[in-house]
C-alpha cells in the first residue's frame, strides 16, 4: 500500500495562475440550434451495447439535430453560478458558419455563403448568460464564404465588427476571440472552397490588425488548431489508428502555420482531446478502450500534449498564456462514460497537471451539451464531474505548489494555495488503483472531502460515503468536509480526495 505524508513546511512553490483555470464551452450551435453529437442509448451508456458506424459516409449519423438552448433557464443559470466566475467561450465548428442577424432581417434563412443565423435575442442571451455568472466572453467568429465577398477573395469584417460593437454597447464585451474553430480542419461546412493556410494566415494576421486597431481591450488567441493525436499512445484500441483518413481531414499543423502568421498572439490555444469517441472509433480509430480509463498512460497524455506545444508558444509568442480553448475525454461529443465517475481521474489529473506546467485556461467542452458535458443537456443535472469542478474552484487557490511526490499508480498529488486565503494548503490526491488504497499521514485537524463510487462507471458520486444529489425542486446539496481526527486517513482504492490542512 502506498503511503504518502502531508506538510506545508516542505511545500515549494511553483507558480501564480489564472483563478479562472477551469473554465467552459458553450457551443453557437447550442446558441442557435442545429445539429451536435447524437446521444448515447442506454445500452452503450452501460457499456453492454457498441456502437459502430458505416465508415465516413456514417459519420452523420451519429449527429442530431437540437433546439436552441434557452441559456435563461434558471437550472443552468442557477448551477453555473456555483462554479463560480469562469471564461465562456462561445465557438466550435458550428460558428464559423454562422450569420449574424441582430436587425432580423432574414426571416431566419441563412443568406448564401452561410449555414445558420444568430438572433439578436439569442446573443442577447448569451451575454446575459456570462453577466449572471461573473463570466469573461471568448469568442471564434465566422470564416464561411459569406465573408469572403471581397475581390481578392479576402475575409471582410463587417459581420465581425457588428458583433464586437452589439456586445460593447449592450455592456458585456468580448474579451478575448480566436479567429477561426480548428483552422487545420477546413471542410466545405466551415470554409470557403479551396482555403489554403496562407489564406487562413493572412486573414488572421487581418483579424489580428482590426482588434488592436478598434478593440485594443480583446486579446488576441491563436492559433485554436486541433493537430490529432500520437497513435502510439492508445495500447488497447478495438481499431487502429487509421492515419490516412485523418490527414485527409487535417489540412495543416500548427507548426507548420505559426512561422506564417505575422501578427503574434496574445495568448497561445490549442485543443486537446484525449482520443475519440466510440462514435469515431470504427471510421478514424484512436480510442481508448474503457479498461484503460484509470491507467497510467491514459493520465498523462494531457500534460504531454501540454509539454509538446510549450516548445512552439515559447519560440512564436513568447511568456504568452496557453490555453487550451477546447479539451474533454475524447472528440465527437465524448465517450460513453464521459458522464460518469471515471471520466473525473481525468480531470482532476489534467487540471492538476497543467497548473504545475503553465499558466492559463483549460475550457472543457461542454458545460451542458452532448456526453462530455458537465450538465446534462436534457435537464442541467449535475454530473460527477460537475461536483468536482464544483469543490476544485471552492478549495483550490491560485499558487501551485510542487507536491513532491512522483505520479504513479495511487498517487497523483498536487498541492494548491487554500481558496479561503488562510495559511496552508489544499491538496487533491487521486487513487486511480482499482484494488489498492493509499495511506494519508500528517492530516490530523485537516478537512477531508473524499469521492468514491459505487463502480467506477456510475453516474452517482458519493461524498464521505454520502449520494451528491440535488434535492426537491432542485435544491443544491449541503457539502460539508469531514473533520479529520487521526493522524492518518485511507484513500481507498479508487477514490479522490480533496484535504485542506
Known amino acids: ?80 453560478k456555483r462554479l463560480g466566475p469562469a471564461w465562456v467561450r462561445v465557438s466550435g465548428s458550428w460558428a464559423s458558419n454562422t ?31 456570462v453577466k449572471a455568472v461573473g463570466g469573461r466572453l471568448l469568442v471564434s467568429v465566422a470564416n464561411s464564404a459569406g465573408v469572403h465577398d471581397t475581390a481578392d477573395g479576402s475575409w471582410n469584417p463587417e459581420q465581425t465588427r457588428m458583433l ?73 484500441a478495438v481499431n487502429p489508428y487509421d492515419s490516412s483518413v485523418l490527414d485527409s481531414i487535417m489540412s495543416f499543423g500548427t507548426d507548420e502555420l505559426m512561422p506564417v502568421l505575422q501578427e503574434r498572439a496574445d495568448v497561445f490555444s490549442y485543443h486537446w482531446y484525449n482520443g475519440l469517441s466510440e462514435r469515431g472509433e470504427s471510421v478514424l480509430g484512436n480510442h481508448w478502450d ?24 515559447d519560440r512564436f509568442a513568447p511568456d504568452a498564456p496557453m490555453w487550451v480553448t477546447e479539451t474533454a475525454d475524447a472528440g465527437l461529443g465524448g465517450n460513453t462514460w464521459a458522464s460518469t465517475y471515471l471520466d473525473v481521474f481525468r480531470t482532476a489529473c489534467e487540471l492538476g497537471v497543467f497548473g504545475e506546467l503553465t499558466d492559463g485556461v483549460l475550457f472543457h467542452n461542454t458545460l451542458a451539451s452532448s456526453d462530455y458535458g458537465w450538465l446534462d443537456f436534457a435537464d442541467f443535472s449535475p454530473r460527477p464531474n460537475y461536483w468536482f469542478i464544483y469543490l476544485w474552484n471552492r478549495l483550490m487557490g491560485t499558487t ?44 490530523r485537524g485537516g478537512w477531508i472531502y473524499q469521492f468514491t463510487a459505487d463502480d467506477p462507471r456510475s453516474r452517482e458520486i458519493r461524498l464521505n460515503g454520502t449520494p451528491l444529489r440535488m434535492g426537491a425542486e432542485g435544491a443544491f446539496p449541503d457539502i460539508i468536509p469531514e473533520t479529520i481526527a487521526t493522524d492518518a486517513v485511507t484513500a481507498p482504492p479508487a477514490s479522490i480526495s480533496f484535504i485542506v490542512l
Open 99 to 129: 450569420y449574424y442577424d441582430f436587425d432580423g432581417t432574414t426571416g431566419g434563412r441563412a443568406p448564401e455563403g452561410f449555414s445558420s443565423v444568430l438572433t439578436r435575442d439569442q446573443w442577447v442571451g448569451v451575454l446575459e448568460f
Open 290 to 313: 474503457v479498461s484503460e480509463a484509470m491507467g497510467e498512460r491514459y493520465l498523462a497524455v494531457a500534460g504531454a500534449a501540454c509539454r509538446r506545444y510549450m516548445p512552439l508558444r
Open 164 to 236: 464586437f460593437d452589439f456586445s460593447r454597447e449592450y455592456g458585456v464585451p468580448i474579451e478575448a476571440a480566436e479567429f477561426m474553430n480548428e483552422p487545420n480542419v477546413l471542410g466545405a461546412d466551415n470554409s470557403p472552397e479551396g482555403y489554403t493556410m496562407g489564406d487562413y494566415a493572412r486573414d488572421q494576421d487581418a483579424f489580428f490588425r482590426l482588434l488592436r486597431e478598434e478593440y485594443p481591450e480583446v486579446l488576441c488567441v491563436g492559433p485554436c488548431a486541433s493537430d490529432g493525436h500520437d497513435p502510439t499512445v492508445p495500447t488497447s
Open 1 to 80: 500500500m502506498p503511503t504518502i505524508s502531508l506538510g506545508t513546511s516542505r511545500l515549494r512553490a511553483i507558480r501564480d495562475v489564472s483563478p479562472l483555470m477551469a473554465s467552459y464551452n458553450i457551443e453557437m450551435t447550442e446558441v442557435t440550434g442545429g445539429t451536435f453529437w447524437k446521444r448515447y442509448m442506454p445500452g452503450q451508456l452501460a457499456g453492454t451495447e457498441r456502437l459502430e458506424v458505416d465508415g465516413v459516409a456514417g459519420l452523420p449519423s451519429i449527429m442530431e439535430v437540437y433546439p436552441p438552448k434557452d441559456l435563461r433557464d434558471p437550472r443552468l443559470l442557477a448551477m453555473a
Open 400 to 443: 501551485v505548489y510542487n507536491a513532491g511526490e512522483p505520479a504513479r499508480e495511487g498517487v497523483h498529488l498536487f498541492a494548491r494555495s487554500r481558496k479561503d486565503g488562510r495559511e496552508g494548503a489544499a491538496w487533491l490526491l487521486v487513487n486511480n488503483s482499482p484494488t489498492e488504497p493509499t495511506e494519508v499521514r500528517g492530516v
